[in-house]
């Protein structure tokens, strides 16, 4: 079992930054990759990137590469998204999530998910 708690969300004004953290908690996490997911209203949920405990990652998605990044503390079990230049089409609701099937995108493929944050971006 594992747990995923995301924070940082807020509403930011377009050009600003925000930093999401997604906490984890559970027996053997090594074993997962976590990835970041959005989801704006009415649309389906869209994968951002994806990042595993000993620093190999999947690149970011076309839609944020160049503004968002994705690292971890190993230390703290926590996985971040960093998120520059925001735009108002960032708007979302925003997911952390953990798989055992590698450096997948497919949602179906992460089994835990955490709560969501709002990101909000004003223009």
């Known amino acids: 079992q594992v747990q995923l708690v995301e924070s940082g969300g807020g509403l930011v004004q377009a050009g600003g930054s925000l930093r999401l953290s997604c906490a984890a908690s559970?027996?053997?996490?090594?074993?997962?990759?976590m990835g970041w997911f959005r989801q704006a209203p009415g649309k389906e949920r869209e994968f951002l990137g994806a990042?595993?405990?000993?620093?190999?990652?999947?690149n970011p998605a076309d839609s944020v590469k160049g503004r968002f990044t994705i690292s971890t503390d190993n230390a703290k079990n926590t996985v971040f998204l960093q998120m520059n230049s925001l735009k108002p089409e960032d708007t979302a609701v925003y997911f952390c999530?953990?798989?055992?099937?590698?450096?997948?995108?497919?949602?179906?493929?992460?089994?835990?998910w955490g709560q969501g944050t709002q990101v909000t971006v004003s223009s």
């Open positions: 990042i595993n405990w000993s620093g190999g990652f999947r």
């Open positions: 559970g027996r053997t996490l090594s074993r997962f990759v």
């Open positions: 999530a953990a798989s055992v099937l590698g450096f997948t995108s497919t949602p179906e493929n992460y089994l835990y």
